[in-house]
């Protein structure tokens, strides 16, 4: 019995390493037992808040067949760096846009091409959230996409929604003339004959 009892320092470190690795394994064993099965892991979350849900509504009956609605986008799928931006510039745009979601995008139905940008008023926000989503919208606006506010303290009639909604839709009116452009000359002949003997039209510029 003796013979079998380690002899050197290696011979005890073995064992030693031997039995811990026994103890861990029958340790694990236990704790599953002890468990038993697991039960449910998950269960279902709500999508969409009042005020989104009621939000989402109001759109889709404002927007009607002209554009179609799409709720929680993230901001990196609307916006990209612009290729004219600094390298030293570009970490930091890219870490403001990161997690950041817009509570709404309306696109054009054939393209899927993005037309407006819808944001709720939320006043839970602190004041440097609300100054860097604040900031952000801007860069949308900046970037050519209107953003449209909605309140669910006030929430809009579908009609007046739809109102605003095509005003920011409808097409600028062009650019009046420069005032250096060309302008043609106007003829212009009087009523009656010059006292001089001058057949030779007058044209007024």
Request: hydrophobic share 45%; aromatic share 6%.
């Amino acid at each position: 019995m003796i013979d079998w009892l380690p002899v050197s320092l290696l011979d005890w470190l073995m064992l030693a390493l031997v039995s811990l690795l026994v103890l861990l394994t029958l340790f694990s064993l236990l704790r599953r037992i002890w468990r038993g099965k697991p039960g449910q892991a998950y269960v279902q979350r709500v999508m969409f808040s009042p005020e989104a849900a009621t939000a989402l509504e109001l759109l889709e009956q404002a927007a009607g067949d002209q554009l179609r609605v799409f709720p929680a986008v993230q901001m990196n799928e609307v916006l990209e760096l612009a290729p004219t931006l600094k390298k030293t510039h570009r970490e930091a745009a890219l870490q403001a846009l990161f997690g950041e979601k817009l509570d709404f995008v309306l696109c054009s139905p054939r393209d899927l091409r993005v037309r407006l940008v819808v944001a709720l008023v939320d006043d839970s926000l602190s004041q440097a959230d609300g100054r860097h989503r604040h900031r952000l919208l801007e860069q949308i606006e900046t970037a050519g996409l209107p953003v449209v506010h909605l309140s669910p303290k006030d929430w809009p009639t579908p009609e007046a929604l739809r109102d605003e909604l095509n005003a920011l839709l409808r097409p600028a009116a062009p650019p009046p003339s420069l005032a250096g452009g060309r302008q043609e000359p106007v003829l212009s002949l009087p009523d009656d004959e010059p006292d001089d003997d001058s057949d030779e039209p007058r044209f007024r510029l």
